[in-house]
């Protein structure tokens, strides 16, 4: 256990995590983050560096003196009879009584995939299906169940996460490029899930994301397109996308009164922390709103090491969300 954990400061430092999904739970904080292994390999852009093989499930009980329990590992590829490597970012869900534990990885064949596995406790440990997920792609499953009990499941990342090569509906290994700078930027992905969780109801389908004139956001809009790691959650009705622009490295955010989109692009929820990855969560918990990030403080910029941070973020009046910047105060 780790006691007395601040904001924005990692909320371990026995493991690298990054990529945190936060959940409450049994009336607890859980995250689901990845597990950072540790190596000195090269990095490329594809992000053969990030070669995480299992997940562990931090939690906390109160955020006011937050101590942080790791509960072990929780699932390794070894035990995913349909993946062969990059445990990356995954999600998790309460629903029908069960947990649900969603990650991307690739397959057999290097293709990135989505699968799911099922626990009796949000702690885990998880019990993978047979297969991925039937007409799963890419990366970074985010899943948000909504107050219906509909779930929907946002995925999809840019260069090593594969969303360009998958821009005709069929896996194409030679595409490296997105549209060009001046057509819309390649949205993320969105499919309704089953009632048991564990397959697509519906075919995925790309989220729009326009300004705040209905014109989409163009992919060489840096600054404001989608890249990767998107969360969905709802304030005051209204749904809030938030993703990475990768390149830009900033959580920027969109909203919608629909789920499935299409989302107004509205700002900037973080700027860029020390590392070239972004990728994020928010939470309400005991009538607090967190974002759980991360960054490479800890191991002085080295990429492929990150830790899970947090702090709180606040709205404004009109549902805006206001801007972090993650060292303000340093
Ligand atoms: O952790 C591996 C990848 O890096 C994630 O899937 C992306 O969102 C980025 O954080």
């Known amino acids: 256990m780790v006691k007395n954990v601040k904001p924005n400061e990692p909320i371990v430092t026995h493991i690298y995590t990054a990529d945190p999904s936060a959940h409450v739970f049994e009336g607890k904080l859980y995250i689901y983050p990845s597990h950072d292994l540790e190596h000195d390999e090269p990095s490329n852009d594809n992000g053969d560096q990030y070669k995480m093989e299992d997940y562990h499930v931090l939690s906390i009980e109160d955020m006011d003196s937050p101590e942080v329990v790791d509960h072990g590992e929780v699932l390794h590829v070894k035990d995913v009879p349909w993946a062969s490597r990059q445990m990356w970012a995954?999600?998790?869900?309460?629903?029908?009584?069960?947990?649900?534990?969603?990650?991307?990885?690739?397959?057999?064949?290097?293709?990135?995939?989505?699968?799911?596995?099922?626990?009796?406790?949000?702690?885990?440990?998880?019990?993978?299906?047979?297969?991925?997920?039937?007409?799963?792609?890419?990366?970074?499953?985010?899943?948000?169940?909504?107050?219906?009990?509909?779930?929907?499941?946002?995925?999809?990342?840019?260069?090593?996460?594969?969303?360009?090569?998958?821009?005709?509906?069929?896996?194409?290994?030679?595409?490296?490029?997105?549209?060009?700078?001046?057509?819309?930027?390649?949205?993320?992905?969105?499919?309704?899930?089953?009632?048991?969780?564990?397959?697509?109801?519906?075919?995925?389908?790309?989220?729009?994301?326009?300004?705040?004139?209905?014109?989409?956001?163009?992919?060489?809009?840096?600054?404001?397109?989608?890249?990767?790691?998107?969360?969905?959650?709802k304030y005051n009705g209204l749904y809030y996308l938030s993703y990475s622009t990768g390149t830009t490295h900033k959580i920027v955010y969109a909203v919608s009164e629909n789920p499935q989109g299409p989302f107004v692009y509205k700002g900037t929820i973080l700027t860029p922390v020390i590392g070239w990855t972004t990728h994020h969560s928010i939470v309400e918990f005991k009538d607090k709103w967190y974002l759980?990030?991360?960054?490479?403080?800890?191991?002085?910029?080295?990429?492929?090491?990150?830790s899970v941070k947090f702090t709180e973020i606040k709205y404004n009046e009109d549902g805006t969300i206001q801007t972090i910047d993650p060292y303000g105060d340093k």
Not at 211 to 226: F, H, K, M, S, W
Not at 299 to 305: D, E, F, L, P, R
């Open 292 to 306: 759980f990030y991360h960054d490479c403080s800890l191991s002085n910029g080295i990429n492929h090491k990150r």
């Open 90 to 233: 995954p999600d998790s869900a309460y629903k029908n009584g069960k947990y649900y534990f969603y990650f991307p990885a690739r397959d057999k064949d290097g293709i990135f995939r989505i699968g799911v596995a099922t626990g009796t406790s949000p702690a885990g440990p998880f019990t993978p299906e047979e297969n991925y997920i039937p007409g799963s792609f890419s990366i970074d499953p985010a899943v948000y169940v909504d107050e219906d009990d509909r779930a929907y499941m946002y995925f999809g990342g840019l260069w090593g996460g594969q969303l360009e090569k998958w821009q005709t509906g069929t896996f194409k290994e030679e595409v490296t490029e997105g549209p060009a700078p001046t057509e819309p930027a390649l949205g993320p992905i969105v499919a309704e899930l089953t009632d048991d969780m564990l397959t697509f109801k519906s075919e995925p389908k790309e989220i729009k994301i326009i300004d705040e004139d209905g014109n989409p956001i163009l992919a060489g809009d840096e600054d404001r397109r989608y890249f990767e790691g998107p969360w969905v959650h």
